[in-house]
């Protein structure tokens, strides 16, 4: 007999509500739950895929235990208690700080993840924190600490009611939104347009771009130059405007003063945008009452990502679009991320109270740039990292220099990985403790509730019921954390106990916890949006599983700002002390001395490194190409189909080009999380479409030194045609 079940898709952050039905333990059909008040239906191929994901005869159902270059299936107490120890063995003998941690993006969509998480990183107290974070959303975050005083205080773009938005370094038609959790972009899109108008900046026509009402080819990493030219213009023609904030808002004349130096011509020699283009810009955007500038990956991930979410933040401050309909607005989500983030000991942030062993890199929030991963592994001395964790993420292909991490991991004393794939990065480990399918754990989306463009909140209980034997995330997490405090204070200290206790409560209770504390909740005596108030818990919730509308976007400033930082500054020091760097890029080389610049690109039936082994997404063309714009191939002798071989500082790689103007002239473009033709890694559909990495050619000197965040976007490459033979045999790490 079939079952509909309602849930919701885990694989990015549009959170699409899901309609799975089922005939016992078998998937019948995945399709888009049209009464889910977010997504209203909407899905993308990736959703059909978590079929293939779950029935995947790779994905690993058994901890693994590796002897040489083999593997055994071990019982999970052996499995818990050999990781344990091997880690407690490096702290004991080499200091906390021997035991690296590296969290990946699925995290972040991972309910019980996300709660007991931050406990492991506080049982670990290891300095050696690494994350997706610094490979990603770092400057926003930055941004946020230095702006509003909280790390996670995101702005989000009010998409419904926007009638001008302007995109700098996103593609959210191929990635379904980042911090923008809005299902069924292709439409929200489209109704801007019938409003207004919709403009991105971008070295590549993205499908993002070729559906805009404008597109503006932008020569990579040299955004903050518009984005300042944009301060530059609304401060001289008198067009800024605080309207509401401007009680609470300081650092404007610094701001102004700041950006005084970089107005649109010299932006325009650097950036290649029209220098009145970015006039008529900056009019439009002071002068439409709803707009919004948004900017995400190729803003961040370059070498001035910094400077650019902070001016992002400020031209929507200055030109009276924050925290207003129609502008960027702080999402009220059921669950107050910023308390429940302070219930885990996640506080406000901090930055560079200390800094990476070798290159002096700061932390952020608590974690080390991913730059300085493989060095720190690889370099002897005190300090060095020596046995690691990694909690689904997969750092060989999505940290700079990958090739390098790959051989650093290999010279591990010891390391475990929490994943269901044996893949380039956890077939280093000496043990594999893999949790559940997706579909076999409840969701709550803590996090993309809280940077969605409607409030909503929704339980989506699993699927089915978890396998005899296997374990969700949360309780190999939990597991190893009582047993570490067992070995270090005894089986029935209190930290030991306190774990053990943690494992009967489970997310469920905390969930219901945070959800009655919330805004929503009953006990809940704070600032009250809109919507159902004072009903919400987990039985509500579980009555509605299509999940609940809690209506559009309402003001929460000043209300929000934490009270140790009751303002928002619009100048903070350090992203002003940072313009110098920017200044003296200008006299770098150019792009015609410096050959091209890489540039990434994300695909619709791609998901990072991770969902290369289903095979309904892998079917159709190749998609790990390099895409070419035809003068930069004609000088080159390079065709459509041709190998080619890209060669950048630190490493080499191999694919076919594909010419098109789609890229701007002296930019070429490759997809990331490619590379699976590692010897070793268990992923048999991935295989058949290995591809090359783009991290084995990304540059981990190459990054804000801001932030810290890497810059794989702007890698300087050469391309020439290569000596024809198999792609895969081509790519090799090359000693700078
Ligand atoms: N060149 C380049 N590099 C990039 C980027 C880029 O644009 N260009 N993007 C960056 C960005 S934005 C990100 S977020 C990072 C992603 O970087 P990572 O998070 O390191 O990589 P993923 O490919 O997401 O790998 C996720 C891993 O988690 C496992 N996994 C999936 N679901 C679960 C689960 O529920 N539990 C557990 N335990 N494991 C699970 C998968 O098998 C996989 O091994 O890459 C970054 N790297
Ligand atoms: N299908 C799919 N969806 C995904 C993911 C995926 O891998 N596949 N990953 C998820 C994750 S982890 C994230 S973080 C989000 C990311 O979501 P987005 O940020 O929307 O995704 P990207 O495609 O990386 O968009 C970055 C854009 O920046 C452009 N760009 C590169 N360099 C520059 C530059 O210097 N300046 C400017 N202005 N633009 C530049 C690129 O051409 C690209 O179009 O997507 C999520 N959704
Ligand atoms: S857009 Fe994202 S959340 Fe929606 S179905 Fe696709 S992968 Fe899943
Ligand atoms: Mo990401």
């Known amino acids: 007999m079939t079952r509909a079940h309602f849930s919701t898709c885990p694989l990015c952050e549009a959170c ?22 977010l997504s209203q239906g909407h899905v993308c191929p990736k959703a059909m895929a978590l079929q293939d994901l779950h029935e995947d005869p790779d994905r690993l159902r058994h901890p693994m235990r590796r002897r040489g270059s083999s593997w055994e299936p071990i019982p999970w107490a052996d499995a818990l208690d050999e990781a344990t120890e091997g880690l407690h063995r490096v ?147 008198g067009l800024a405007n605080l309207g509401r904030l401007e009680p609470f808002t300081t650092g404007a004349r610094a701001l102004f003063a700041a950006a005084e130096p970089f107005g649109p011509e010299r932006a325009a020699v650097v950036t290649g945008i029209d ?94 740039p991913a730059v300085a991963m493989a060095e720190e592994i690889v370099e002897p001395g005190e300090g060095r990292i020596r046995a690691l964790l990694t909690q689904a993420g997969n750092p060989v292909l999505s940290v700079p220099n990958g090739a390098k991490l790959d051989e650093a991991l290999g010279s591990l004393e010891f390391m475990v990985s929490v994943d269901f794939y044996l893949n380039e990065t956890t077939r280093h480990a ?58 270090r204070h005894g089986p029935l200290s209190r930290a030991a106990l306190q774990a053990r206790a943690l494992l009967a409560v489970g997310p469920r209770l905390l969930l219901d916890a945070g959800l009655r504390l919330g805004p929503y909740g009953k006990g809940f005596a704070g600032f009250k949006p809109g919507g159902p108030a004072g009903k919400l818990s987990l039985a509500t919730l579980l009555r509605q599983p299509h999940g609940v509308d809690l209506g559009p976007l309402v003001p929460a400033m000043p209300e929000r700002l934490p009270k140790e930082h009751p303002h928002i500054d619009l100048a903070p020091q350090a992203f002003l002390r940072d313009l110098a760097r920017l200044a003296a890029s200008e006299d770098e080389p150019g792009p015609k ?9 994300r695909q619709l039936r791609s998901n990072n490194s991770w969902m290369h082994n289903a095979p309904r997404l892998m079917s159709g063309r190749e998609r790990c190409t390099l895409l070419m714009h035809p003068s930069d191939a004609a000088t080159r002798g390079i065709h459509t189909g041709a190998s080619v071989t890209i060669t950048s500082r630190v490493g080499r790689a191999t694919v076919r080009a594909e010419v098109s103007d789609e890229v701007m002239p002296g930019v070429v473009s490759l997809p990331h999380g490619f590379g699976h033709d590692r010897p070793g890694v268990r992923l048999r559909v991935a295989r058949q479409h290995a591809g090359a990495s783009f991290n084995d050619l990304a540059d981990p000197e190459l990054y804000d030194e801001l932030t810290g965040t890497a810059a794989v976007n702007g890698v300087p490459v050469e391309v020439e045609l290569s000596p024809s033979c198999s792609p895969s045999q081509q790519r090799s790490p090359i000693d700078p």
């Open 430 to 487: 000496h043990l594999i403790l893999p949790p559940v399918s997706p579909l076999e754990r409840d969701h709550y989306d803590l996090i993309f509730h809280a940077v969605a463009v409607r409030n909503t909140t929704k339980f989506s209980p699993a699927v089915f019921p978890k396998p005899a034997g296997a374990k969700h995330d949360w309780e190999i997490l939990l597991g190893l954390i009582a047993r570490l405090e067992a070995l």
């Open 593 to 601: 001395e410096h050959g091209l610049l890489l540039i990434g690109r």
């Open 16 to 37: 699409c509500g899901l309609r799975v039905e089922t005939e016992g333990r078998r998937v019948v059909s995945i399709r888009g739950d049209k009464d889910d008040p």
């Open 91 to 237: 702290q004991r003998k080499h200091g906390r700080d021997a035991v690296g941690i590296y969290l990946g993006n699925p995290n972040a969509h991972n309910l019980g993840a996300m709660l007991f998480g931050p406990l492991l990183l506080r049982t670990l107290g290891t300095r050696n924190r690494y994350s997706a974070t610094s490979v990603d959303q770092l400057p926003h975050m930055a941004a946020s600490y230095h702006m509003f005083g909280h790390q996670l205080l995101f702005p989000v773009p009010d998409l419904d009611r926007c009638d001008l938005f302007l995109i700098v370094g996103a593609n959210p038609l191929a990635s379904g939104g980042s911090i923008m959790t809005a299902p069924g972009m292709r439409r929200r899109l489209r109704e801007i347009q019938q409003r207004g108008r919709v403009v991105v900046v971008d070295p590549r026509r993205t499908e993002t771009a070729a559906a805009a009402s404008e597109h503006l080819f932008v020569r990579p990493g040299t955004d903050a130059f518009f984005l300042l030219a944009l301060v530059h213009v609304i401060a001289r023609e």
């Open 275 to 368: 220098a009145a283009v970015i006039e008529r810009l900056a009019r439009e955007l002071a002068m439409t009452p709803r707009a919004a500038v948004y900017g995400r990956v190729g803003a961040c991930t370059q070498r001035f990502g910094g400077l650019n979410a902070w001016l992002i933040n400020a031209l929507n401050l200055i030109t009276n679009h924050f925290d207003r309909p129609g502008g960027v607005m702080f999402p009220t989500p059921a669950v107050d991320v910023l308390s429940a983030a302070k219930g885990f000991g996640i506080g406000r942030g901090h930055m560079g109270r200390w800094r990476s062993r070798i290159r002096g890199l700061p932390e952020f929030g608590g974690e080390l």
